[in-house]
């Protein structure tokens, strides 16, 4: 037996998330149907199955990963050939036996912000995001409850192109909601509802903050990295879920240039 790992591609807009969920339909409860279609997982209590990160709802990924224990290496194509098409397994590398998923080395998730209707401050934002790195109590970026809210943020960068707002951010591990709720402070920041000391605060564990986070349909996790591991990348499925993304936008596109015809037409006299 050897034990290998997947890099996973997916969108998450049709999904209930990522973990399997009883009658629902989800990228694992897919993933894993696929794997024992083909014979790549013939026992999954057997197999040592386990992830990286499970994303919640809407939120897309370029970079999720799974482990687990199987005969041979896979074929990616033979998987992703049964997979539906909003899923793509991108690459492949045999790891250790005792190789630990959930211990990455970097995680990056970039979010994704378009249409804001006002110019946002990117230097003060960017001032606001360097004090987010470094080691800090993240408790007010997530749920009271957390055992353990210290994390470490290794950079966040707010950059603004082609008119779109881009914030990515770096780090070993995020708490429930932590990315989300970064970005809506930084908006905030942006907008000048908050200061720059504000986040000081935030990051204080003695000072409560209520903070909504930001909807997940703009967040991407980017990529997982982990020491010592290369993954080999399939170069035809990174081909294939390029087309099933260029052909998604372009049906977005249609749709809104519809919906903007419809509004057009009922706000006329």
């Not at 034990?3 to 009883?22: E, N």
């Not at 401050?121 to 957390?146: D, P, R, V, W, Y």
């Not at 930084?186 to 990051?203: M, P």
Request: proline share 4%.
């Amino acid at each position: 037996m050897i034990r290998v790992a997947l890099k996973l591609a997916y969108m998450g807009t049709d999904f209930h998330g990522f973990q399997r969920q009883p009658r629902l339909r989800t990228v694992e409860g897919e993933l894993l149907g696929a794997l024992e279609d083909v014979g790549v997982i013939e026992n999954l209590g057997q197999s040592n199955y386990s992830l990286a990160g499970r994303t919640d709802r809407g939120v897309h990924a370029l970079g999720n990963v799974v482990s687990f224990r199987t005969r041979k290496m896979p074929i990616i194509n033979q998987i992703n050939n049964v997979l539906p098409p909003d899923i793509r397994i991108l690459g492949s590398a045999q790891v250790p036996i005792g190789f630990k998923t959930r211990y990455a080395h970097k995680r990056h998730y970039r979010y994704v912000l378009c249409n804001v209707k006002e110019t946002l401050e990117t230097g003060k934002m960017q001032e606001a995001a360097h004090l987010m790195e470094g080691t800090h109590n993240f408790i007010n970026f997530s749920k009271k409850t957390e055992r353990n809210p210290i994390r470490k943020v290794d950079s966040v960068t707010v950059k603004f192109q082609n008119q779109i707002y881009l914030v990515d951010v770096v780090g070993e591990s995020f708490l429930w909601n932590m990315v989300r709720k970064m970005v809506a402070v930084l908006i905030s920041v942006g907008k000048a509802e908050l200061n720059v000391e504000d986040v000081e605060r935030f990051l204080n564990p003695q000072y409560t903050a209520s903070i909504t986070p930001m909807p997940p349909e703009s967040l991407i996790l980017m990529d997982i990295s982990y020491k010592d591991v290369q993954f080999n990348e399939d170069k035809y499925a990174r081909f294939k879920f390029l087309q099933t993304l260029s052909e998604e936008c372009l049906n977005h596109q249609m749709m809104a240039a519809t919906t903007a015809e419809m509004i057009k037409s009922l706000k006329k006299d």
